[in-house]
């Protein structure tokens, strides 16, 4: 018998589980290094076209969008994030190295309590930054979705300025 969607008695709410959220981001992260891996000090930095962000811009949004909506978007803690200055940011290879490594360990270490947040995952966040009601389980998403669009954004930025 196959599934249908309209059909509730298929479904589990736990049905993604952190373990699943964390291997999918661990191989982001192992992506964010390959690609900073490539660059130099000068090329971190470079921006590929007026108005682009450089790689080491897009490590720094990255790393602040996850703290940024693990934290306090989906665990309700106090957020210092300073989204501007992300955008200005600039450093070198091995800076942005530690920084994609302090993201992977940030996640790893809010692990358990994310794995009891995403039980609830149908419950709404406790903050919504962007229009709509989010839960719990949206939030999880876009934490990936970010992880892995600014990758693409790094890996573009990192093709124009080392060739």
């Known amino acids: 018998m196959t599934a249908r969607l309209d059909d509730k008695r298929w479904w589990n709410d736990d049905m993604i589980s952190i373990e699943d959220f964390l291997l999918f981001a661990d191989r982001t992260l192992d992506g964010w290094e390959r690609v900073v891996g490539r660059l ?11 108005g682009a962000n450089s790689v080491f811009v897009l490590v720094t949004h990255m790393a602040g969008a996850t703290r940024f909506w693990t934290e306090h978007i989906i665990l309700g803690l106090d957020s210092d994030r300073d989204r501007d200055a992300e955008f200005i940011a600039s450093g070198s290879v091995d800076e942005a190295i530690g920084v994609i490594r302090n993201t992977r360990s940030l996640l790893h270490e809010l692990a358990p309590d994310l794995a009891k947040a995403t039980v609830l995952a149908n419950h709404p966040v406790t903050a919504t930054p962007i229009a709509g009601e989010w839960t719990v389980g949206a939030a999880m998403v876009h934490v990936y979705e970010e992880l892995a669009q600014h990758l693409g954004h790094a890996e573009v930025a990192a093709d124009v300025c080392v060739n």
């Open 40 to 50: 130099d000090d000068e090329t971190i930095n470079a921006r590929p076209a007026e």
